[in-house]
């Protein structure tokens, strides 16, 4: 009987002894579960902190790249800006520095599209009638200045005098005989000219800077002459007066058919002229 109380109480004490360790068992599982769990969090944190730190890292570089071209582009366009400045600078140099300049024979004032006049005077030339005379018609100033040989002369001069109207029809029928004005004329917005007989317009891409009528000498003067041109509507020199003082003389010039091809030209007609620009 007692043996069989023994044999219970083992039973009971080796049951307990499983369940505990059994007990155990699980606790130490769960400890180990709850272990794993903090390491792969933390594991996963470092990681996910690892991360981010590449990415600032490389965003900041891409941003100091970015820093880097935006300081490269604002030099060039600083260079370009420069290199405008500069150009736009020689430009107004060269707009400055080019000009043209021409007569404006028959008027005392300048067109006014963009000239300035650089002095008003008296149209002037050799005598008609001298077979020494120079060719050319002159623009005389009105404020001669003397150079210290004045009054120095020598026997055989060439001489200067002042200019008529001749031709009494074409320039003004009450201009026979009454002195040339003529005006020196310059624009800085083109640099060449060019006088061209027989047009009354420029060619295209040309600004006009007056047109008129072709004058020259008379045909059975002495004296050679040149041809120029007299503004459409001419103008007596103030003061001139109207005698018939002669000297370098306007006339009109007509077309002569033959070695002058006609057409497109006219037998006897009276030349027109145009001074042009570009
Ligand atoms: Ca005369």
Same mark, same amino acid.
């Given at each position: 009987?007692?043996? $069989?109380?023994? /044999?219970? /109480?083992?039973?009971?004490?080796?049951?307990?002894?499983?369940? &505990?360790?059994?007990?155990?068992?699980?606790?130490?599982?769960?400890? *180990?579960?709850?272990?794993?769990?903090?390491?792969?969090?933390?594991?996963?944190?470092?990681?996910?902190?690892? %991360?981010?730190?590449?990415?600032?890292?490389?965003?900041?570089?891409?941003? %100091?790249?970015?820093? &880097?071209?935006?300081?490269?582009?604002?030099?060039?366009?600083?260079?370009?800006?420069?290199?405008?400045?500069?150009?736009?600078?020689?430009?107004?140099?060269?707009?400055?520095?080019?000009?043209?300049?021409?007569?404006?024979?028959?008027?005392?004032? =300048?067109?006014?599209?963009?000239? %300035?006049?650089?002095?008003?005077?008296?149209?002037?030339?050799?005598?008609?009638?001298?077979?020494?005379?120079?060719?050319?018609?002159?623009?005389?100033?009105?404020?001669? $200045?003397?150079?210290?040989?004045?009054? *120095?002369?020598?026997?055989?001069?060439?001489?200067?005098?002042?200019?008529?109207?001749?031709? %009494?029809?074409?320039?003004?029928?009450?201009?026979?005989?009454? /002195?040339?004005?003529?005006?020196?004329?310059?624009?800085?917005?083109?640099?060449?000219?060019?006088?061209?007989?027989?047009?009354?317009?420029?060619?295209?891409?040309?600004?006009?800077?007056?047109?008129?009528?072709?004058?020259?000498?008379?045909?059975?003067?002495?004296?050679?002459?040149?041809?120029?041109?007299?503004?459409?509507?001419?103008?007596?020199?103030?003061?001139?007066?109207? $005698? &018939? /003082?002669?000297?370098?003389?306007?006339?009109?010039?007509?077309?002569?058919?033959?070695?002058?091809?006609?057409?497109?030209?006219?037998? &006897?007609?009276?030349?027109? =002229?145009?001074? =042009?620009?570009?």
């Amino acid at each position: 009987m007692a043996s $069989s109380n023994f /044999d219970q /109480d083992n039973v009971v004490r080796c049951k307990m002894n499983r369940r &505990d360790i059994a007990l155990v068992f699980i606790a130490v599982l769960v400890l *180990i579960q709850g272990a794993v769990t903090v390491y792969i969090i933390v594991a996963n944190k470092q990681t996910t902190n690892g %991360e981010l730190q590449t990415k600032l890292q490389m965003q900041q570089d891409e941003i %100091e790249k970015q820093q &880097d071209e935006n300081k490269k582009q604002k030099d060039e366009i600083k260079e370009h800006q420069d290199k405008l400045t500069s150009i736009y600078s020689e430009l107004e140099k060269a707009k400055t520095n080019q000009g043209v300049v021409y007569v404006r024979w028959g008027r005392k004032d =300048c067109p006014g599209n963009g000239t %300035e006049t650089v002095y008003s005077g008296y149209a002037g030339g050799s005598y008609y009638n001298h077979a020494g005379a120079a060719v050319d018609y002159v623009c005389l100033p009105p404020d001669p $200045s003397w150079g210290p040989k004045k009054d *120095i002369r020598s026997y055989a001069p060439g001489y200067m005098y002042g200019a008529e109207y001749e031709d %009494e029809v074409l320039f003004n029928k009450n201009y026979k005989n009454k /002195d040339v004005p003529c005006a020196v004329c310059r624009s800085s917005n083109q640099s060449t000219s060019i006088m061209i007989p027989a047009r009354t317009t420029c060619y295209t891409g040309w600004d006009e800077a007056y047109h008129g009528y072709l004058a020259s000498g008379y045909n059975s003067h002495v004296a050679a002459s040149q041809y120029v041109c007299v503004d459409e509507i001419p103008q007596a020199l103030i003061g001139g007066g109207s $005698s &018939d /003082d002669n000297g370098k003389l306007f006339y009109q010039v007509r077309t002569r058919c033959g070695s002058l091809k006609c057409p497109p030209y006219e037998e &006897d007609k009276v030349l027109s =002229c145009v001074v =042009c620009m570009k």
